[in-house]
């Protein structure tokens, strides 16, 4: 019967007492997995990425060329087709990120200030069940209601507004053969798939207003509309911010909802996927990643000016 070698008592006591007397290695050992993952899978990644959009690819060959050049980003910028995908999708972006902050501003509102016990539950319950089922089914599922004998068509039709759907598809800009054919839909999929990502942070931000401001603006004669204006708002931007870095990054990455739901024009996640993948233009796929990138990091210093971020 074999004996299980452990180290002696000692041994545990003194690595103990080093952890006590220096807490700052302890917490530099705890933090090394973590860095090291971020440095090396997540910041490695990108900034590959970021080299690859410096290469170009040989016209004549179609080989790949590891020499530093801007080719790549010029013919990104300069090629009309290019800049309609980035305009295009950035537009989304932004539509999708209002349409969510006007929807979800209610309904966090009314969640954080009429709401208590099971009620609540049940509201967090109602946000957050889509994201119980899988993306895809999500999108799908959009892409059924959507269609022409679908929920959205039967609805306008019983309320005699069939007029004004075909109105929306005979659109030059929103419009297609279906609401799941035509940039209309779509934008209507990606506002379903993101507004639980703008109504969790706005519900967190909202919950820590306190109470006693809104009586005390009350008490000083505020009626309603000043007290959201100088009361609630200011402290609220902060979650419409987060939820809006979510809506917006989230639209301007998606391939999958412009290639299920919408009009035949590409956005920017489906021009990376056909770039890498079916044109085998590396450089160029790797050029439309760094776009999103760029516009986020703008947003955010955008935002950081405004002083969104200082009531976090």
Not at 251 to 269: A, E, H, N, R
């Amino acid at each position: 019967m074999t004996q299980t070698l452990r180290p002696p008592r000692g041994l545990w006591r003194r690595v103990s007492d080093l952890f006590y007397l220096h807490p700052g290695l302890l917490l530099f050992l705890l933090l090394v997995p973590p860095m090291l993952w971020m440095g090396i899978i997540y910041l490695g990644s990108l900034f590959n990425l970021l080299l690859y959009s410096f290469y170009s690819i040989n016209g004549f060959t179609g080989q790949l060329e590891y020499r530093f050049t801007l080719d790549t980003f010029k013919t990104l910028l300069t090629t009309p087709a290019n800049t309609d995908i980035v305009i295009r999708t950035v537009l989304m972006a932004l539509a999708v990120t209002l349409a969510c902050g006007l929807i979800a501003f209610p309904i966090a509102f009314y969640m954080a200030f009429y709401t208590r016990g099971n009620t609540r539950t049940l509201w967090y319950m109602l946000v957050l069940l889509p994201l119980w089922s899988s993306y895809l089914v999500r999108v799908y599922a959009g892409r059924l209601i959507l269609a022409q004998e679908g929920v959205v068509s039967w609805f306008f039709a019983q309320l005699h507004l069939s007029w004004l759907l075909d109105a929306i598809l005979k659109t030059p800009v929103l419009g297609g053969p279906s609401l799941a054919s035509s940039y209309f839909g779509m934008f209507v999929v990606f506002t379903y798939i993101w507004l639980p990502y703008m109504i969790l942070p706005l519900l967190a931000s909202l919950e820590r207003v306190p109470k006693s401001l809104i009586q005390a603006s009350a008490d000083l004669g505020a009626r309603p509309g000043q007290t959201f204006r100088r009361v609630i708002w200011p402290l609220a931007v902060p979650g419409v911010a987060a939820g809006s870095i979510f809506t917006f990054s989230l639209t301007l990455g998606d391939y999958i909802i412009p290639q299920v739901v919408g009009q035949p024009g590409f956005f920017i996640g489906q021009m990376v996927y056909i770039q890498q993948g079916t044109a085998g233009n590396i450089p160029l796929a790797a050029a439309f990643s760094v776009v999103p990138i760029v516009v986020i990091t703008l947003y955010l210093l955008l935002v950081r000016r405004l002083g969104a971020f200082d009531a976090l």
